[in-house]
Every structure is written in C-alpha cells, then in structure tokens.
C-alpha cells in the first residue's frame, strides 16, 4: 500500500469515487462528467532530484503520485514499453532554447505530434487496470478521427497483448499524408475503416456504437468490452503532467533557470487537454508564474478567458493549425469544476447551459481563480509571421501550431514587459504541415500551390531550403504497404465493427 491514495470522481456529481484504474477504463464517468482527482498531491521529489533523472525515471516518479493503485513494477514497465526507440532521442522530449522562449518538443514519437506522448503510454496502463480490475474481456478501443489521434492511438494500441483497435476516419476528410499514415499501420490487432461521409458522421457512428445496447450485450458475450482512447481520458492527462516538470528541471540542471524560478508555461491549445497537465504539474509543486493560452483563429477560450463568457455560437474556421480547430474545449470543464471550489452541481449546471444554448457565463469569484491564465490568440498571419521570426532570428524551425504559441509569447511580452523564462509547447514536427510552413518561409499565404506537389516532393524542398532532416517515420511512409482497404458508409458501421469481431 502507498501512503497516500487518490481517487477520481465525477466533474458532474457522481458521488462515487474510483481508483485511477476504474477511471482508465471507464473513460468517461457514467453521468456524463470527466473524471477529476479528489486531491493533488505535492512531488515528494524536489526539481533537483528531478534534474538528475531520465524522461523514464522522471515519468514513474511524477505518474505514481496520482496512480496510485498501480503497483510500482507494473508503472516502470510500462514507462519502460512506452518510451524507447520509438522515440527518434533518447531525450524524448528535448528542449531548443531561442532567447527566453524555451521550445519543448513533444514530437518526437511515430506520428510526429504531441499525442505521441501519451498515447504511447496508455495502452499499457489500460492493460494494467483491466488486469488489475481482473477484467478478462478483450479491450476493444473505438475512435472515430479527423486525422491526428486516430494515427497516434493505432501506432500505440499496435500488437499490444488484449487490445484491439478499430479507427474509423471520414474518408474524404483527412490529408493524403494522414491517410497514408493510417492506412498503412501495422500490428494484428489494428482495422482502419474509411467511412463515406464528414467528420461528424464518423463520429456520430461511434458514439451510436458506444452506446449500442444490443451490440455491447453481443460483445460482451463474445468476450470484448470497449474503451476509449480520447483525450479526456484520465489515462491521457496524467502522462502529460510529467514532461512540464522534465522541462523544468532540466533548465534547471543546464543553469538556464535557479531553483524555485517560476516559469511561464505557453501551449498551443484546442481541447485544453495540454495545457490542463500544466496546470495540474504547478498544483503538484512545479513553480510555475502564468499560463498562455494560445488559439488559433477560434478564439473561443481567448474570449473565454477575456470576458468570463465561454460562447460556441460562432462560425468554425478552418486554419493551417487544423488539430485546434475546435469549439467545445472538452477538458476545460475540469478547470471550470476546480474553480467552482469543486462543486459538481455547479459545474453540472453550466455544461447544460453548454448543452441546451451553447454558451454558459462564469461568476465574478470563479474568474479571480484564473488570475493565472492569460489568453492570446494569433491569426493565420501571425501565425506565419512567427514561422519566419523562430527561423530568421534563431535558424529554428516550427510547424503551424507552435507558431500559434509563439505567436501568443510574443503579443504577451510586448503587451506586459513580462520576460520571463518560457516553457512553449511545441505539438507537432514542421514536416507535418510543410506547405504551409514552406510558404509562411516564403512570406506568402500558407494554402498557396494546393494540389500542385506531393507531400514528399514538399518535404524534400523543405530540408533543401532549411538543412533539416526528414523525419525518419515520414521517410517511412514512402514505401509503406497499404494494409487497410476496408470502407464502409455510414450506416454500415456497425456491420464492419461485427464483422472485425466476428459477432
Ligand atoms: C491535439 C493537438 C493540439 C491541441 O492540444 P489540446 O490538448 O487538445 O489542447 C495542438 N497541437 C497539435 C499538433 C495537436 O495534435
């Protein structure tokens, strides 16, 4: 037994409080709400301990403060399976510093982008707690993708022993280089489907199959029970917890930063799942002075944080920062329950206000508990103008969605004169989005040329013109055997899952 214990519980109200593991393999809390720890304890470690430690040994010692009905082998192993040579450095999430910016990369993964982090992970604690659980059923993960997850989720769910994963994606609403990646994704285990409708079709379908009674009778019969690899899943925030106090502590350890500093943190941010895990590393001990909250042009949690007004009732946009194209930022109902003083009935009231007239407003005594965050938002020109800056001024380049980042920084110091030392999230590798950032290099609108080359004619010219290298799992793609063939619409999504399962 450990000294302490966390439990979860429902943002919504369930009075039931469960172990890490039930909240894994739950996902979701059956009255709707997130799962939220009943308590945040303090690192027993100090940043100076943590300085002297590996990715591996810094995400046990972080991870076991909140799962704490793991046991500590069946942690270390799974840091251990997570992350190894998948990872292209042994750093795994190095840091670049460009004055007091301080780039922290978390694509360095197979898909190259930042859900990498934690989606390598989870598949081994969601082992872990259906074992624990003494659950013998095989966990079948569903997901439904516009492009990025559903990626990251094959790539870890791969071969891993009691898994199945069946990804769904809009047929025509991925890009070529997200499909291929897809659809050539290796490991007995793994079924890509491409569905003949929208993103919201495909994930209609799954949310309909979720809550198939029938069919989950069916399953669970044939011995299978689902689980999701979402983003609100507890299994996903607290991997993310650990690379903020990496990040830390190796400034420290590199005199960059004395101890106790307090750092700005700035993240690129759409679900507000990222940014969250900071939010949770500084309750925990990580000094930590401000929170940038960086959007693209749907600036709702810029208007958020503005004005106490959370407001979907606008029209989406389409950005070159595609994967924080969002409106309903799911994991910031974690933040708004913490705010109420933890009060689910609360918290409950105004995700129906969400629900029912899509906008909720905040009271005056929960806005002076955001006193830490500071929302920013750059458009598609800042957004390129700060491409070419990170490479004119320090030969470094960034993709779309750390150029919102750096964008954001930039607005924050001029705007407050507040140069402190800043950790920005970097979410995903330049070579994902390379003709927007070619033309951003080139100072022109970042959809120019559409169509004209392929994404790998695209990435050649990129490493020409800037002397970086092409990332290996993009180099890989090339010659990759298509695998997956299957499509289906979207009324034959349950027909295609039954068939997968052979119910
Ligand atoms: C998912 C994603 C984000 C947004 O992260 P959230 O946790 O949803 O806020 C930002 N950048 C990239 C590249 C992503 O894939």
Redesign the pocket.
């Known amino acids: 037994m450990k000294d302490h214990q966390v439990l979860f519980r429902s943002t919504r109200g369930d009075r039931e409080n469960v172990d890490a593991s039930s909240a894994i393999l739950r996902g979701l809390a059956p009255d709707g709400g997130l799962y939220v720890p009943d308590h945040l304890p303090r690192f027993t470690r100090t940043m100076r301990d943590f300085a002297q430690m590996s990715y591996q040994e810094c995400a046990y010692e972080v991870m076991r403060m909140l799962l704490t009905d793991f046991s500590d082998r069946e942690l270390k192993a799974s840091v251990t399976a997570a992350y190894d040579e998948k990872f292209d450095t042994r750093a795994i999430a190095p840091v670049m510093c460009c004055g007091n910016a301080y780039f922290l990369e978390l694509w360095h993964g197979a898909t190259m982008?930042?859900?990498d982090m934690a989606l390598s992970i989870l598949p081994y604690l969601m082992t872990c707690a259906a074992h624990r659980k003494k659950e013998d059923k095989e966990i079948v993960i569903l997901t439904a993708t516009s492009g990025?997850?559903g990626k990251a989720a094959l790539a870890g769910f791969a071969d891993v022993p009691g898994t199945r994963i069946v990804v769904f994606y809009p047929k025509d609403g991925v890009s070529p280089t997200q499909e291929r990646q897809m659809v050539t994704q290796a490991g007995d285990n793994v079924h890509v489907i491409g569905v003949d409708g929208n993103f919201d079709d495909a994930q209609n379908g799954v949310k309909a199959l979720f809550t198939d009674e029938a069919l989950i009778g069916r399953m669970s019969e044939a011995g299978y029970r689902f689980s999701s690899a979402n983003?609100i899943n507890i299994g996903r925030l607290v991997p993310q917890i650990v690379y903020y106090v990496y990040a830390y502590a190796k400034l420290l350890r590199e005199g960059e930063i004395g101890n106790g500093y307090e750092v700005n943190i700035c993240?690129?941010?759409?679900?507000?799942?990222?940014?969250l895990a900071a939010y949770y590393a500084q309750w925990m001990g990580l000094p930590v002075r401000k929170f940038l909250c960086a959007s693209n042009s749907n600036k709702v949690l810029f208007d958020f944080f503005q004005t106490g007004v959370y407001d979907r009732n606008r029209a989406f946009i389409l950005t070159d920062?595609p994967?924080?194209d969002?409106l309903i930022?799911s994991?910031l109902e974690r933040l708004i329950y913490h705010i109420t003083g933890d009060d689910a009935e609360k918290d409950a009231a105004l995700m129906k206000r969400l629900v029912r007239e899509g906008r909720y407003e905040i009271s005056a005594q929960m806005k002076e508990e955001l006193q830490r965050f500071h929302g920013g938002y750059a458009s598609e020109e800042a957004c390129a103008q700060a491409i070419r800056d990170a490479y004119d001024e320090y030969g470094y380049l960034i993709?779309t969605?750390t150029a919102v980042g750096y964008a954001v920084h930039k607005q924050y110091v001029k705007e407050t004169g507040d140069d402190t030392a800043t950790i920005i999230a970097s979410?995903?590798s330049p070579y994902k989005f390379t003709r927007a950032v070619l033309n951003a290099l080139d100072n022109k609108p970042m959809r120019e040329g559409a169509g004209k080359e392929d994404d790998f004619a695209l990435a050649e010219r990129l490493s020409k013109k800037t002397g970086t290298q092409i990332p290996a799992p993009f180099e890989a793609l090339r010659n990759a055997k298509v695998r997956h063939k299957d499509t289906c619409d979207v009324d034959g999504m349950k027909a295609s899952l039954k068939r997968i399962l052979s119910l």
Do not use: E, L, R
Request: aromatic letters at 8%.
């Open positions: 982008a930042f859900k990025d997850t983003s993240v690129p941010t759409g679900n507000f799942g990222n940014i920062s994967s924080m969002i930022s994991n993709d969605h979410t995903a």
